[in-house]
Nanobody, 123 residues
């Protein structure tokens, strides 16, 4: 069992930046591929980015490429999402997710989820 707790969300103006954190506890952090998903009101949950267990492989949704960066700190059992050049369409609840073995872009492939953190980008 892995417990995930997100933090770092908030209200920011368009063009601004935020860094989300996802702290993992329970099992060995290095055993899990991690990902961030987001869900805007009235929309389905969508893939944002994933990172492999080693941290050497990442995959980004086209909508965030060049603006968002995922990283992981094994010593702190934490994954980060640095979000720059934020746009109003980035407004959503952001969720951290974990799965064993390989990262994946489908939400239903992930076994563990955090409670989510709200990101609101004003125009």
């Amino acid at each position: 069992q892995v417990q995930l707790v997100e933090s770092g969300g908030g209200l920011v103006q368009a063009g601004g930046s935020l860094r989300l954190s996802c702290a993992a506890s329970g099992r060995t952090f290095g055993n899990y591929a991690m990902a961030w998903f987001r869900q805007a009101p009235g929309k389905e949950r969508e893939f944002v980015v994933s990172i492999s267990r080693s941290g050497r492989s990442t995959s980004y949704a086209d909508s965030v490429k060049g603006r968002f960066t995922i990283s992981r700190d094994v010593a702190k059992s934490t994954v980060y999402l640095q979000m720059n050049s934020l746009k109003p369409e980035d407004t959503a609840v952001y969720y951290c997710a974990a799965r064993t073995w390989l990262p994946h872009a489908q939400a239903d492939e992930y076994d563990y989820w955090g409670q989510g953190t709200q990101v609101t980008v004003s125009s």
